[in-house]
């Protein structure tokens, strides 16, 4: 795995003579674990062929911004979107300075200005262009825009100049890209974490649950995928979308969810418990739908399986982390089972403020783990998976 898994590559080229290394950026970029798409302008193909770069890149290279062809296919809103990292690669000083001054004159500088992602570009041009001060006066602009800029090199140029200006080397623009995400933290790791409720059948129609949405772990599902990590999800019944690049496993019951569990925990190096097992089930499920009949009904219940428990115990067990969700007391009930379940972190949340916890966008927690307690601030639920993946895998390397 390398430090772009997971990661989706939108190279795209301009005319240039550095266009020919495009050919061996897209290996680099794949070989770093990104999936690539191509987007070209018209000026570029004039020094590689849209072919070529289809042909390596695996996918149709996008060309024209009114091509309804291409628009019904993948268009560039979608392209947008689709895109983790717009790479420019070679940037020229023309569309350099069309990015600069917000153009959508072609399909990729409107590619650029719909993006809510990354846009990172590699300039290529001769080196009186580059030092040109309406070249460099552009160049601070994207910077000061926060677009990272990368290189260009100094050596021979196709021109017969030697100086600033040529591309950097495929390889090098490829690791770069890596770095501009915090990714590469959990990479070459396998995560599974649990989400969500569980529903425990007391007949046909009805069942016992609670109200966990399953935010808190979908939110750390995408944020250890964002890491790097070969993620799967196992998820009680809620109203989310499966999050995309993620091996999400769909399960009802805590019976079930323990099944998923043991079976995916194989070779996982962290396991998360963010789901709200259900403690009991009912004895008996009845085959019919229970009538009324009687003023009360009594339903016996069993204790349910606990799947952190259970997986902290394996021979061979991963870093186990559970949740702890309490309404009183949370240090203290949160440190208990912390011991008796055997984790290594628990993250503890009180459940009786309702503008956190379940159901909410929000969540404050206390990590309670050996020997030093950490309390973080209220925050969104997806800033704070990406703060406690981090902290997790700050425990993994400790651990090993
Ligand atoms: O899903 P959201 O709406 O975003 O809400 C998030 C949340 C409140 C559900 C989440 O932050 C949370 O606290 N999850 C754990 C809820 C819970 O069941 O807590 P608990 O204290 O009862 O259980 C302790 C730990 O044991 C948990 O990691 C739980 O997953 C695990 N457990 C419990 C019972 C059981 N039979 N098996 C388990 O694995």
């Known amino acids: 795995m390398g430090s772009l898994s997971n990661k989706r590559v939108l190279l795209g080229v301009t005319g240039g003579i550095a266009a020919y290394k495009s050919a061996e950026l897209i290996r680099c970029l794949q070989g770093d674990g990104a999936e690539v798409r191509v987007a070209m302008t018209p000026a570029a193909t004039e020094f590689i062929t849209p072919l070529t770069l289809q042909a390596l890149s695996g996918n149709p290279v996008s060309l024209e911004l009114l091509d309804t062809a291409a628009e019904a296919a993948m268009g560039h809103i979608e392209l947008a979107r689709w895109a983790d990292l717009i790479l420019i690669a070679p940037a020229s000083a023309d569309f350099i300075a069309r990015l600069c001054h917000g153009e959508g004159s072609d399909l990729l500088s409107t590619v650029c200005l719909a993006s809510h992602g990354i846009i990172a570009v590699a300039p290529a041009m001769n080196m009186h262009m580059w030092g040109n001060p309406a070249t460099q006066k552009n160049l601070r602009q ?13 050596g021979y140029q196709a021109c017969g100049d030697v100086g600033e200006g040529r591309m950097e080397d495929p390889a090098a623009l490829a690791t770069m890209a890596g770095n ?13 974490i649990t989400a969500g409720p569980t529903r425990e059948a007391l007949d046909p129609v009805r069942y016992i649950s609670n109200h966990s949405s399953g935010k808190m772990g979908y939110a750390l599902a995408s944020a250890a995928m964002e890491a790097g990590a070969s993620t799967v999800l196992i998820s009680g019944p809620v109203q989310l979308s499966p999050p995309e690049r993620i091996k999400t496993i769909a399960v009802e019951s ?4 323990l099944e998923a569990a043991l079976h995916e925990v194989e070779g996982a190096d962290i396991f998360i418990a963010a789901a709200a097992v259900a403690d009991y089930r009912p004895a008996s499920v009845a085959e019919q739908k229970i009538k009324k009949n009687d003023d009360d009904m009594h339903i016996q219940l069993v204790k349910n399986p606990d799947i952190v428990a259970t997986v902290a115990g394996l021979a061979k067990h ?3 982390v559970g949740f702890a969700a309490e309404t009183e007391n949370l240090e203290h009930y ?4 912390l011991r008796k379940k055997n ?15 379940f159901n909410s966008d929000d969540n404050r927690v206390l990590l309670v783990q050996p020997g030093a307690n950490k309390a973080l601030p209220i925050m969104n639920k997806n800033t704070l998976a990406h703060k406690l993946i981090e902290h997790i895998a700050a425990l993994l390397k400790t651990a090993h």
């Open 318 to 320: 991963p870093l186990t």
């Open 142 to 154: 994207l910077r000061s825009q926060g677009l990272p800029v990368f290189g260009p090199a100094v």
């Open 334 to 337: 949160a440190t208990q089972k």
């Open 343 to 357: 984790l290594d972190l628990i993250i503890a949340n009180d459940v009786s403020d309702t503008s956190i916890g």
């Open 254 to 257: 805590a019976a079930q969810m």
């Open 180 to 192: 501009l995400f915090t990714s590469g933290l959990l990479k070459g790791k396998k995560v599974v």
